[in-house]
């Protein structure tokens, strides 16, 4: 009879498993709406200034978000950021901790937050939250047309979390950041959603919806008033609102945040460089008006981001178009937009919704679609600043026949003396001081007598006399051509370009910049690297220096020397740990001319204390090309096996009376040793690995995650019950994390 | 051997005390559940309120209902007012009032909420809370209680009204009448 009824209760609980364990499944964003939060930005205590979402990427309480929701700016107010969870389903989300700012990307507007305080004011302490989560997937594996789910809070009202459908539309690509920079879905998303999750059939995060709240006039469009923000009484124009904005249609792929999340797992995060102790009358907001002007298209980008030509018009089947455009004045906290019509109607494909500028204060930008048989029709691409169209809009005839004009193609610049005719140098990086610069460019179709023409420039000016104007006198049909500029007294440090035009049509340009010193056929633009664990008051190294640190070093400093450096020029830092890279920072050049100890480093978070161990590599990068790299090791030189990230399986769901359905609050749900068995336990606390008891609703959470390949044993009991027990729950790599169960117990 | 009239007597005058315990109980009740209608006439608000408690009007409140009899912590029914922008909803209220109640009650935690299947007629959301209430002063030997609240929040114009009922746990449904009592006749 004892068997029996043991038996019969083992079905119970494996039956009550059943769900859990993939025999109906849930949706794939069902783990997403668990892991989603919503983030109030929020000062003087309770004054609500903006609002955004996130998502839980560890248990620990690390949260994926846009970088716009994350710092305090003039439009966002906030001396803290709010976390709200979904603690009852179909219940809008409820405060209830802290976070901080670890790490955050302003140029790919993404963000890790780490939740550090209760609402209370008591701290986090280590190993106390378990909270759901999820991980990241690979982005890179999804496809036109794969379905995908946004997961999230769709306004500030009392709506609950819920899940948007959807599909992938394009991949848009853009400088700095390369391919696959956005990826479209056709979906409608509520611009609240920004900074939520995106997830594939999987169920894992594959992207983050973002769209920038934007103003007009220093007034937020589509801004809520919902508090009394000053305190008077009276809801007026001197009371701030909460801005929302839009629709998303755009996701920062999951590629992008992985180095920042893991970044953020292993406590790092960029440290002091010496552009924080420059004065501050070092940096300069622009004066004018943001602007974008020249706007044209390419059919392919090369290895420096430059366009490889210029288009009148593309052929039917073309399956990537660029739109390169000029810019000036722009700052961080400028947001912009794409839109394109085909024929006149709406193309959400080609087009980027509200987004926070990230290509500093001026230069030569792109957005561009990529793996996908473009539409025929008339493109017409308008670019807007904060909501108001900016310049006049881009077309391009998309269709018909393949032409053959006249075109210059694959323009590069270089030295002479390669031999040949042919250049020396990286293409567009060279040396300063040179007397000569040559620009090798690809012609074809070119007829005899066609008037062309080259105009350089230094800084967006035009160099005077350097224009050449005339008709064709090269052999004509296809071919290689060079044109030249030259200095008496050397080339000028600075950002050039080179326009070509064929009659009056621009028909190739290029941007190269003139850094460093001149060694070999390179530029040697940023010295040795040395590093250190700490600087001394005048920014010079110290504590100890060398390649070697010891396992208590909480920073890392990289000093190195540079020359000619232009002010403005955007380069790279990029940290890897054991190959991994975990920090990609690009971002103008803010220092002055020349110097010596410019130094930039990697700092342990306040929740890490100090560096993991492990093979540190910094490289610089100038122009996307890498001009300085140098290793040091930390420790044993590699990453600790618990710096790694180990998967566990989070056990919960609800117990239940199994006549009434009903919660039964209290019942205790424990979690054997993986040694022990149902029939060798004794209520002895050392064979338990964790135990939970239900709350008012029946709900339990165990709070540890359970290691893989390992058989456990659970006992359930409540006053007035029959205990439910049992033995051989095997839990794999492959068991769905959570493993949310629904236990029924009969009354004694 | 008492006569059969004895025994009737006793008979009667056993159920007469019972009937005067009985009756006495129920005066007791009317007593202490005995509603009269208040009327803040600064604020325009006004309801039925248990007779007995006592009002005050000294915080961040329009008016407070509490109950003198109650130890360690007396039962509390109140009004408070806020003012919201015409894009506020029920919940970002609910999260102002935890984001200021974190700050100063302790173990302060949201159970639920609820902007769906609201009984009160008019009511834009429902809260549930608890928290913990200590003795404040030191040489007393107190033990904390776990209080509950509920939050009801209703909206007029740039206001939300926010009607409370706050009780020890383990007294909440025990008085909670004199909550729905006091909902049902609220104006405002």
């Given amino acids: 009879m004892r068997l029996a009824r043991r038996l019969l209760l083992l079905f119970i609980i494996l039956s009550g498993m059943a769900p859990a364990l993939g025999q109906e499944e849930e949706q794939p964003s069902a783990a997403g709406q668990r892991a989603a939060v919503f983030l109030m930005q929020v000062y003087a205590n309770q004054v609500i200034s903006c609002v955004g979402e996130g998502t839980l990427v560890s248990p620990d309480g690390l949260i994926l978000t846009n970088a716009h929701s994350a710092q305090s700016t003039e439009r966002c107010r906030a001396d803290a950021i709010v976390v709200a969870l979904t603690i009852d389903e179909g219940e809008p989300p409820v405060p209830v901790y802290f976070a901080d700012v670890v790490i955050i990307d302003r140029r790919l507007d993404l963000a890790v937050l780490r939740i550090t305080q209760h609402l209370d004011g008591r701290r986090v302490q280590p190993n106390e939250l378990i909270l759901p989560f999820v991980e990241l997937g690979d982005s890179n594996a999804l496809a036109l047309g794969d379905p995908v789910q946004v997961a999230g809070y769709p306004g500030i009202d009392n709506a609950a979390v819920e899940t948007r459908a959807g599909t992938v539309s394009a991949f848009l690509s853009e400088t700095g950041t390369g391919s696959r920079a956005w990826i479209k879905i056709d979906a409608s998303i509520p611009g609240a959603m920004s900074g939520s999750g995106a997830y594939n059939t999987e169920g894992q995060l594959v992207g983050v919806p973002t769209i920038a709240p934007f103003s007009r006039a220093g007034q937020a469009v589509d801004c809520r008033v919902i508090q009394d923000t000053n305190g008077d009484g009276l809801i007026d124009t001197r009371d701030a609102c909460v801005p929302i904005g839009g629709f998303i249609s755009a996701m920062r792929p999951a590629r992008l945040a992985r180095p920042l999340v893991r970044a953020a797992q292993l406590g790092l995060r960029p440290g002091e460089s010496r552009a924080d102790r420059l004065p501050d009358t070092a940096s300069t907001e622009p004066t004018g008006e943001p602007a974008f002007s020249r706007l044209f298209f390419a059919p392919s980008v090369n290895e420096a981001g430059q366009p490889t030509t210029v288009l009148a018009a593309a052929s039917t089947g073309t399956e990537r178009l660029y739109l390169f455009f000029d810019y000036v004045n722009m700052t961080e906290s400028t947001v912009y937009e794409l839109r394109t019509t085909i024929d006149g109607m709406p193309d959400s494909r080609f087009s980027l919704p509200p987004t926070t500028w990230s290509g500093g204060e001026r230069g030569m930008w792109y957005v561009g679609i990529e793996g996908q048989v473009l539409s025929e029709g008339q493109y017409e691409c308008q670019l807007f600043i904060e909501g108001q169209p900016a310049g006049k809009p881009a077309r391009i005839e998309v269709g018909g026949t393949p032409q053959q004009p006249a075109m210059f193609t694959d323009l590069v610049f270089g030295m002479e003396g390669g031999g040949a005719g042919n250049l020396v140098g990286s293409g567009h990086v060279l040396p300063s001081g040179l007397s000569v610069v040559n620009a090798q460019f690809v012609y074809q179709n070119v007829s005899a007598e066609l008037p062309w023409g080259a105009r350089w420039y230094y800084e967006g000016a035009e160099l005077s006399g350097a224009r050449v104007e005339g008709p064709w006198t090269d052999p004509p049909g296809s071919g290689v051509k060079q044109v030249r500029i030259a200095s008496e007294e050397g080339m000028r440090p600075g950002m050039y370009r080179l326009e070509l035009y064929l009659g009056n049509r621009l028909a190739a340009t290029g941007d190269f910049v003139i850094a460093g010193g001149h060694v070999g056929t390179g530029a040697a633009i940023f010295g040795p690297v040395t590093f250190s664990d700490a600087t001394d008051a005048a920014g010079q190294a110290d504590g100890t220096v060398g390649t070697n640190f010891p396992q208590s070093t909480e920073r890392l400093y990289a000093f190195f020397d540079y020359q000619n450096m232009p002010p403005g020029v955007f380069w790279t830092q990029r940290w890897r740990i054991d190959e991994e890279i975990i920090l990609d920072l690009r971002q103008p050049w803010s220092g002055p001319l020349n110097g010596s100890t410019w130094f930039i480093s990697l700092d342990a978070g306040v929740s890490a204390g100090r560096l993991p161990d492990g093979t540190y590599q910094v490289e610089l990068l100038v122009n996307r090309e890498r001009v300085q790299t140098a290793t040091a090791t930390l420790g044993e030189g590699a990453l600790k096996q618990s710096a790694v990230r180990s998967r566990g399986v989070r056990m919960m769901g609800e117990i239940v009376d199994a006549e009434t359905g009903k919660g039964i609050p209290g019942a205790l749900f424990v979690v054997l040793r993986a040694e022990f068995s149902v029939e060798d336990f004794l209520w002895d606390n050392e064979q338990i690995l964790a135990s939970s008891a239900a709350d008012q609703r029946g709900h339990f959470e165990v709070p540890v995650q359970l290691a893989p390949d390992a058989y456990y044993s659970v006992v359930i009991s409540a006053e007035g019950y029959l205990p439910v027990t049992a033995d051989g729950i095997f839990v794999t790599e492959d068991t769905p994390d959570p493993l949310v169960m629904r236990l029924e117990m009969n009354r004694d | ?188």
């Fill in chain 2, 1 to 188: 051997m008492i006569p059969r009239t004895g025994r009737w007597a006793n008979w009667l005058a056993l159920g007469a005390t019972l009937a005067a315990l009985f009756a006495g109980l129920l005066v007791r009740d009317g007593v202490l559940s005995e509603a009269v209608y208040y009327e803040d006439p600064s604020a325009g608000i006004a309801a039925l309120r248990p007779a007995e408690w006592l009002v005050d009007r000294e915080g961040d409140y329009v008016f407070r209902l509490r109950d003198p009899a109650g130890r360690p912590f007396k039962t509390t029914l109140q009004v408070a007012v806020m003012t919201i922008g015409p894009d506020a909803a029920g919940r970002n209220v609910l999260d102002a009032l935890t984001l200021q109640r974190s700050a100063r009650l302790s173990g302060y935690r949201v159970l639920s909420i609820h902007d769906e299947g609201i009984t009160t007629g008019g009511a834009v959301a429902e809260m549930r809370y608890a928290y913990v209430e200590s003795e404040p002063a030191p040489f007393l030997e107190t033990l904390p209680v776990v209080v509950v609240g509920v939050d009801v929040v209703f909206f007029k114009s740039n206001q939300a009204i926010i009607a409370s009922y706050i009780a020890r746990a383990d007294e909440f449904d025990r008085y909670y009448f004199h909550f729905e009592r006091f909902l049902r006749s609220l104006r405002f």
